[in-house]
Structure formats: structure tokens, C-alpha cells
């Protein structure tokens, strides 16, 4: 008796704004998202010019492993959009290939993410130490968590959720697009990050 | 992007190797830049710089911002404009509390009555 409701514009574009239901959705979570990335950035400037002195990040921060970790996040950006690329081009294969080098250029970010983390501990810099301590956990911490949800959709997609290419390559590709729209910002926030938390100089 | 021809996908994967390049030449220029002690002022602005740079290039080129339609465009100045709000609120509030402690609002330091030690701060004395 009944017949399933197929939800419009989730593979092709809406005419009015030329956009698929996922597209316009996911750039109004990253809106939110500037929002909450924005505030934190704010509240590091408001500390910092109310502040007498400030420290100097790559005194106590390790430079050359934030550099490494700034390169293998671009890297993952770049093998991200490949894999959107090769979706387009009709290659389940290179997908995977692709996805997968992301997926690993995430776990290779943690790890060196918690090396730093280690040793921070190790010589007794926690988040009460200071204020610049406080905001550096904060800020890689949290976006760290946001590293660790792009590898659970990205992991999602590459294993049980690409059964969509054989039913609907069209949704599927356009899920692959917005997932790498979340994964590519992830990257934006980190080369802000880099620079702020670990090359200004201190006052 | 979501129309886009076989043929222009392969002319876009040449961009993109083009535009990791530039993001790890920019990446490594930021460090180098960072040892030359330009001081406070300066070596704030140059970061800023090249992170802004090697932001818009993953913006415009991996999130195709270069060529994408007005309505993102339109959610994006809706979000600057909000953020712009929201560090610019923060910043007037700072600014004025400044203000009040050091500028026009300040009480002058003759007004300010320091209590002793063993005198009543306030309230009746007998």
C-alpha cells in the first residue's frame, strides 16, 4: 500500500539554487563551525593583548613535528579531493586508494599529535600551567576531535558505505565531495593553528 | 562543481598537485620566516599573511570556492559577517574595560581613598 517517499535533490540540484540537499546543509555546519573556531581564535587574541608578557610557542613546543604534521594534514587534503576526483573519472579503485592515504594521513596526525601531547605531560605542561597552555590544549584538542569524526565518515565511506556506487554513483560521489568539504576545513583551521600556537613571537 | 566533465576532472588534478605545492612551499616559507625575528608586530603580520594565502588556496581550490554557486557565496558573507560582529563586540568590550582602568574613564588617583590598615572599609563606625 505504501510507496517510499524519495527525498528530491539528493543526487541531482535544486534549479532555484543549484545546489544538492548535502552541499547547501554541509557549508551551514561549517558556518557553525567558523563560529566556534572563530570565538576560540578571539578569545586567544583577548588573552594575549590583556595579557603583560606572552610566551613564545617554539620554546616549549615542538616546531619541527608541528611542521611534519602541517605537511602530512596538506598531503591528506590533496589525496581527499584525488579520491573525489577519481569517483568523477569513474574509479571505485583509486578511490579507495585515495581515501584510504587520507584516512592514514589522519591516524599518522594523531600519532604525532599524541607524541606531543606525551612529552608535554612527561615535563609537567598541563592546562593549568598557563594561560598559552590552556588555549593550546584547547584549541588542537578540540581540533583534534575533529580529526578523529573526518576519519570515522571518511572510514564509513571507504568501507560499508560505498555499496552506494553500484545503486546510486551519482549520491554517492556528491557524499564523497561534502565529506572532503568537512575534511579540507579541518586542514584550513590547522594552518591557522600552526602559526598562532607555535611560531608568534612571545612578549 | 557537481556537473563537472570527465575531461575537466583531469585538468583539475594538475591544479591540484600545483596548489600542494604551494601549500608546502608556504608551509615551510612560515617556519623560515618565523626564525628571522622581524619582531612582535611584523612577525604577527607576515604569519597571518601566509597562513591567509595558504588558507584561500585550499578554500578556492580544494573546496572549489573558485567556482561555486552564489548561495554558498551568500552563507559565507552571512558567516563573516557574524564572526566580524562577534570579535568585534569582544574587542570594544575589551577595549572599553581598558578604557575605564587607563584611558578617559580612569578615577583619578588623587579621588581614590585607600583604606588604612584597622580602618573600616565602609558601613557605620561608632
Not at chain 2, 23 to 36: I, K, R, W, Y
Request: glycine share 10%; aromatic share 12%; with cysteine.
Amino acid at each position: 500500500m505504501s510507496a517510499a517517499i524519495e527525498i528530491p535533490y539528493n543526487s541531482t540540484e535544486r534549479p532555484d539554487t543549484g545546489l544538492y540537499n548535502a552541499k547547501l546543509g554541509v557549508w551551514l555546519f561549517l558556518s557553525s563551525e567558523v563560529m566556534l573556531f572563530g570565538a576560540l581564535f578571539s578569545t586567544y587574541v583577548l588573552l594575549r593583548t590583556g595579557s603583560e608578557t606572552w610566551e613564545h610557542g617554539a620554546q616549549f613546543l615542538n616546531v619541527p613535528l608541528a611542521t611534519i604534521n602541517t605537511l602530512v594534514l596538506i598531503i591528506s587534503s590533496v589525496t581527499m579531493v584525488m579520491s573525489w576526483a577519481s569517483l568523477k573519472m569513474g574509479s571505485l579503485g583509486k578511490f579507495r586508494l585515495y581515501l584510504g592515504l587520507t584516512i592514514l594521513c589522519g591516524a599518522i596526525f594523531l600519532v604525532i599529535k599524541g607524541f606531543e601531547y606525551a612529552h608535554k605531560f612527561e615535563v609537567g605542561l598541563y592546562p593549568s600551567t598557563s594561560t598559552f597552555m590552556a588555549l593550546y590544549f584547547t584549541m588542537t584538542g578540540l581540533h583534534g576531535l575533529h580529526v578523529i569524526g573526518g576519519m570515522i565518515v571518511n572510514s564509513y565511506l571507504w568501507g560499508p558505505g560505498s555499496r552506494m556506487w553500484q545503486t546510486d554513483p551519482q549520491r554517492f560521489t556528491n557524499r564523497i565531495e561534502v565529506a572532503g568539504l568537512y575534511w579540507h576545513f579541518v586542514d584550513l583551521v590547522w594552518i591557522f593553528l600552526f602559526p598562532t600556537l607555535y611560531l608568534l613571537p612571545g612578549k | 562543481m557537481n556537473d563537472t566533465h570527465h575531461a575537466d576532472v583531469e585538468s583539475h588534478v594538475g591544479t591540484y598537485i600545483k596548489v600542494f605545492v604551494a601549500l608546502a612551499v608556504g608551509t615551510l616559507v612560515t617556519v623560515l620566516a618565523s626564525n628571522l625575528h622581524l619582531g612582535i608586530i611584523l612577525g604577527i603580520i607576515v604569519a597571518l599573511i601566509i597562513a591567509t594565502v595558504k588558507g584561500s588556496l585550499v578554500a578556492g581550490f580544494f573546496m572549489h570556492l573558485v567556482a561555486e554557486k552564489k548561495a554558498i557565496y551568500w552563507v559565507l558573507i552571512l558567516t563573516a559577517t557574524f564572526v566580524v560582529a562577534m570579535v568585534g563586540l569582544i574587542m570594544f568590550s575589551h577595549e572599553d574595560q581598558q578604557g575605564r582602568q587607563q584611558g578617559i574613564f580612569a578615577v583619578p588617583a588623587a579621588h581614590v581613598q585607600v583604606p588604612q590598615e584597622g580602618q573600616p572599609t565602609g558601613g557605620h563606625s561608632e
